[in-house]
DNA sequence: CGCACATTAGGACAACTGTCCTAAAATCTC
DNA sequence: GAGATTTTAGGACAGTTGTCCTAATGTGCG
């Protein structure tokens, strides 16, 4: 892998684990293993390192998302295998949070350029279950449907941060897929 | 007011509008309109004047949440009134996002030492909103309907900060209100 | 008033930040 | 293998960080 995929992906994780602010040049530059001179012949400022990380999250959340449409076969099984990120990735988010809703957050705080692409990960995702709500046949409101369950994820995902709690994110996430299935026809 | 008051409150406003890992010693000085060396004659370190806004902040929402169990006439209100909170600081929270929610996340990544006591103020949140439910007469899962409504809350503040759409706050209110008018007797 | 104490200002300190330069090393092309 | 280009290392730079010290000022009490 070259050295400007390994930087990114450092970038990608420090960004998540120890948020955007908080990560210094240097502490990428080590991680990879690498010298801070090396590091600056690949990119110029901070800002562009962030936006190769969002570029590299948001390609991957697409290609992920294009797996789901092909792997799942109904609508409402798509929308499961999002709902049950939260599950999946439990021990990441008691640790740092939804990579995505901590990222945008930050950046809002930070009154940052690069906020409008984070925000745009978001989007790929509400698109994406408008999508399958549509399909599902609830065009009417399908976006609505969209922006309930990412901010179910959302919410979830801060309070199972926040509290850390056994079964907390299990049992909403039943929780949520029982009154999905009310949706099905 | 008090040097060390007008500390603590500028503090508290920065660290929301900022973050904390990018708030400084220095800009907190200088909003407050006092040298550092007179900074560092009421707080050594950067962590005590966090213990100190994270204090307030506790005893700030404590006497909120006070005035709201004597000031609103059932349970059902007073959860509406917690509801409510999004709407009434809509406008910051589009900026700036959850000042609970997105405090706890910073902390967490930084795995600070404060960060339990941050949790705190979401748990008297927690705390409360059970109370309500159990005299709403749904004892058995009362905790469950507070980290529901937490939940909602921190999901609507999230997505409110990123995409910052028109009508979705008062929108999405108004559907959990209706929803938890069905648990009223 | 005079003295003790609380409060303040200003600057020093080493460590770190993001940024940038230069020269050496590695790699590729012919 | 010679030469051109890409990639690397190491350190310099000014500015900022949190922390700390000292001396001056303010304030209250006897």
Chains 1, 2 share one sequence.
């Not at 012949?41 to 562009?48: G, L, M, N, R």
């Not at 799942?72 to 939804?98: M, Q, S, W």
């Not at 705080?109 to 989007?123: C, G, M, N, W, Y």
Request: glycine share 6%.
């Amino acid at each position: 892998m070259g050295t400007r995929e390994q930087i990114v992906e450092a970038a990608n994780r420090l960004f998540y684990q120890q948020g955007y602010e908080r990560t210094s040049f240097a502490s990428i530059a080590e991680t990879v293993g690498i010298s801070r001179g090396n590091f600056y012949y690949h990119f110029k400022t901070k800002d562009e390192i962030l936006e190769a990380v969002l570029e590299a999250r948001l390609q991957d959340t697409r290609a992920m998302l294009a797996r789901w449409t092909e792997g799942a076969a109904t609508p409402l099984k798509r929308v499961f295998r999002f709902v049950e990120i939260v599950v999946a990735n439990r021990a990441d988010i008691e640790h740092y949070g939804c990579p995505v809703g901590t990222m945008t957050s930050e950046l809002a705080k930070l009154d940052h350029p690069s906020r409008a692409q984070a925000v745009d990960i978001f989007r790929v995702f509400r698109d994406w279950l408008r999508e399958q709500f549509t399909e599902l046949g609830h065009a009417a409101n399908a976006d609505d449907l969209a922006l309930q369950v990412l901010a179910f994820s959302q919410g979830v995902a801060t309070l199972s941060n926040a509290f850390g709690e056994r079964g907390y994110v299990k049992r909403e996430v039943e929780r949520l897929k029982t009154r999905l299935m009310s949706l099905d026809t």
